[in-house]
């Protein structure tokens, strides 16, 4: 049982009145949060007009109070303080089961990708990678997947500017079959890498988010063939992957806000 000693009751009460403000988005009227608080209305009456008068909730003409600048300041303190190679072990680790040998996090470095965090099973093959490797982005499932979501005139000047060398006969090497694949990585939510980098190499990514609706990073899963099948890689693993990304994504912060683009 915790220590309730040193706990202070008005200091609880204020930040349960600005959890709740902080989960309804338009907002709620100082009644509509006494009701749900189960406070007296001149306990609520005091404790909202302190929090405004701090800037930590806001108050509309009509009376609605919101989040206001001096709650913004914290939770963008704490979200600038999360270290992402390390919010991401956990969610790395889940996808390393049988037959996936890899799990890897990848940013954007300039217009190449440079691996932040990767994990491995034991015994696994070697395949080229580790923390702080850079790679093409154009026949890789982390670089396809980090591209998809760059502004599109972006990503025209960078396919048809960068090289883009034919590493297998699978590899994508023209700037409009690479525009019609990042158009698919947008539709279906990943990328995949199907023998593009290496012959037998199979890999699925998918983007992670950060609290400003940003890509600032791209997880996957990979593994060899036999081992790894395509069918395995489309069904069962991409959804793990799916769903360590979208793990990964709230745990920065990301609400869905429909904003996908690259952050900078």
């Not at 109070?65 to 999360?82: F, P, Q, R, T």
């Not at 956990?90 to 965090?117: K, N, W």
Request: aromatic letters at 6%; proline letters at 5%; one cysteine or more.
């Amino acid at each position: 049982m915790s220590d309730n000693r040193y706990y202070l009751a008005g200091v609880g009460r204020a930040l349960r009145f600005l959890e709740l403000i902080g989960d309804h988005e338009n907002g709620l009227t100082l009644k509509q949060a006494t009701d749900r608080l189960g406070l007296d209305t001149t306990s609520a009456f005091r404790l909202a007009r302190t929090l405004e008068t701090d800037g930590y909730l806001q108050r509309d003409e009509h009376g609605v109070y919101k989040l206001g600048s001096a709650a913004l300041n914290l939770g963008v303190a704490y979200l600038d303080s999360l270290d992402l190679r390390r919010t991401s072990l956990p969610r790395l680790g889940a996808l390393l089961e049988p037959p996936v040998d890899f799990a890897s996090l990848a940013a954007l470095s300039g217009r190449r990708a440079v691996i932040i965090e990767r994990l491995e099973r034991q015994a696994a093959a070697a395949i080229p990678g580790h923390a702080g490797w850079s790679f093409s982005l154009h026949s890789t499932s982390l670089g396809k997947a980090l591209l998809a979501y760059l502004p599109v005139e972006t990503a025209h000047e960078w396919l048809t500017s960068m090289p883009l060398p034919k590493l297998t006969p699978a590899t994508l090497t023209t700037p409009d079959e690479l525009q019609e694949e990042l158009a698919r990585i947008r539709a279906d939510g990943c990328a995949y890498n199907i023998g593009e980098s290496r012959p037998n190499a199979l890999a699925v990514a998918a983007p992670v988010f950060n609290h400003l609706g940003h890509v600032v990073a791209a997880i996957n899963a990979s593994g060899y063939a036999p081992e790894l099948t395509e069918d395995a890689l489309r069904g069962p693993i991409r959804q793990k992957v799916l769903d360590a990304a979208a793990a990964l994504s709230r745990d920065l912060g990301y609400r869905n806000s429909g904003m996908t683009t690259v952050g900078r």
